[in-house]
């Protein structure tokens, strides 16, 4: 049954490429206002979308104050079959800058085989594999092997601040056996991987201040703090040289990885100098830990962005009052996001020094890192349909950056997710000239049929028992 | 002769403020090419009010490839009266951020005394003083008591890249015994100050790259260099934690400040705590100098501008690439200001350590700080003025900025000078909210005729032999 729908899925290539181009040409930025018209935009056409193919109660489930999200079920396997949600997202990262895209982001461009567009990896081709591969169950064989919940979320890019009050509004229409994610996972490539799991997230902003206002630096200089100094001066502090954080109490809650653990994510082989040649960067990180290990097991806090004084053309000679900075940490199991972001905090403000006035700014909070357990049945399932189909028993890996849905949806709704995306980690997702190989498309429409399949044998009582 | 001249100046103060608030309302920002009309309009001002008020061979100073100065000549005074330069510049700094302004920085507005605006502090306000002086004079007397030689600069704010070409263009046009400045000084106000100095400048800006591209947080966080920590990181080894400068071989030819160079320094008092509070900054700075010392008589080094990664609305969960930063160092005398560019260069590429590329971008030198000699004739004129004005011994200072008119004049021309401007170290020049004191400019307007009669009592010789 799902080679019929994988062969009818191939013959319809054509049509379901171009369906995905019309979604990427939304600029569909959730996290500038400026963008509403794309998010909406991109909103209409998946609502249209999941109605032409035969979802049933397809509607917005709107955010109080956010974005909302698109919803679409259709339950004609009955109950004895498993309800799968399918989660995806249709908001993208912002484009800037611009200049460095050789072809406009919002306006996809293929080129050797990749659709260069933003939001072309993340998230929307995946996110379209798993729609058509519904679409094709439904077209050629009139229902799917389980029952399908659509949950399209809108604002995964700005870490999801609705989606608690969605789920409370909704909790019954979201009941689900388990989700399967078209963010994130490692579907794609000639090495099958698992992918069980994902770093947590939590942010803040803050600004320094060392004077009420900016000062002529030929009168103060020498004699009046300077706020980008302080701002270098305390960033440092986060880390020691070799980019250990430096932050009290920061993992706390983290236990030290298991040899079971650490040889988990040795499976899934990496060639580290050819990872950081694909960067053009210099190996970096706790020497302690493996690269794989750095980037998905250990966590990070990170400056996104810093600025401060004349950043104009030519120069400006002023000592500047403030400073300010973006950061984000990323959170390994054992975290707790509001525990960590508080640990930043206080080490922002002991470290200050006199003379120094910080203000924050954040949402308490964040999102906890997240594991499948190992004897889950997603994690059966998915292993058959990567053994099948790439012939050699896949490998396990964690997701290194966050998928808060995960964390959210099993809190919330006891449902325990996998990610099953297609997209690759050299896609530059959240850079210039992201990109969606058209392979991993044509290869989503062959491994989807298969895991909805899989998924159908599993009796629902099954994924009960599990979570 | 002065007193008719300032009483006439003192009837004509409506007419004068509307020619000084005209003159302000060019947004003449020489530093960013998108002014290059505001440039043109003051330019064309000043052309036409050295024409009407009888100046001879008014023209454009022509740079190749910057913003030409204002030159207008009288020599009525003839060949045993000494001729003077009036220095003057009609660029103003860059007034963002707007939004921190009570009044649009180009439409000026005057509150409680005061002409709130930029560039009327900067200098805007002297330069206008100087020309209504030797108007009065033409006016009423037919004449000056020196010969005077307007030089109008229009690149001050951009360290006058021009300068030297303009100089070595009109060599013979600008010759001149002595410089009176329009900008620094310290002539308004209670407290009579003789400015025998300033500091000078050297700049430089760089970027520094990690990787080849900007990467997400998420998939490399943890193993790869973040450009933003990397720049904290440099900017931080620039000075110790009390603002010392930590770079070596930056003071190279400075000798230790003399017991009389302290004392002259102590001559004019300072409320440092009054001085700090004025600023909402606490104390800072090298502990084995006064304030007046560090601010003087020291050398700094100055982050004025630092940026890079994400700066817009919102997060983006990016590891930052390429950082960037604007740095100005203020020099004391016995500083080379390639010496001291090339010593900052040399640590920050020393200090980059392995993985992080520095790309600089600078124009190679400076300006060194000057000095006016103990016994030169401006001294003695320019405390006869102050004394008989003010009722009592001027102090000596110097500026803590940069005009690099007195040290290219002094160099390339032989000429020494003396800043003579009105305005006030707490009027906000280089920040938003500068402003004015209406009194100043009446005050200027009785000072600078005194000025022009003491020195048209010194024998042109005596200048000569002085310099």
Known sequence: MSERVATYLAGEKDAIL????????????STDPAFAEGMKG?????LDRLRAIGMQDVRLLEAPTGQPAVYGAWTGAGPDKPTIMVYGHYDVQPADPYELWTTPPFEPTIRDGRIYA?????VKGSTTIAIETVAGFLAIEGGCPVNIKFFLEGEEEVGSPSLID?????RDLLAAD????ADGGGAAGKVPVLNIGCRGITALQFSLRTASKDAHSGKVGG?????LHEMARLVTTLHDEQGRVAVADFESGVAPLSNAVRAESASLPMDESAWYESFGAAPFGDPAYTVRERTTLRPTVEVNGMWGGYTGQGGKTVT???AHAKLTMRLVPGQEPAAAQAAVRAHLEAHAGPGVALEFNYKPGGTRAYTLGAEHPLRAATAAVLRREKGGEPAVARLGGTVPITTIFQEELGMDSLMFGLASADEDAHAPNEFFRLSSLEEGLRLWPLLLSELGKVPAGAFRDAS
Chains 1, 2 share one sequence.
């Open 320 to 322: 500047p009052a403030e």
């Open 118 to 122: 933003r939001g072309a990896s993340d």
């Open 178 to 181: 388990a989700m399967i994610s």
């Open 223 to 227: 004699a009046m703090r300077n706020a």
């Open 42 to 46: 991109a909103r209409e056409f998946l």
């Open 166 to 170: 969605i789920i409370a509004a909704h």
């Open 18 to 29: 171009e369906r995905l181009l019309t979604l990427i040409r939304f600029p569909s930025v």
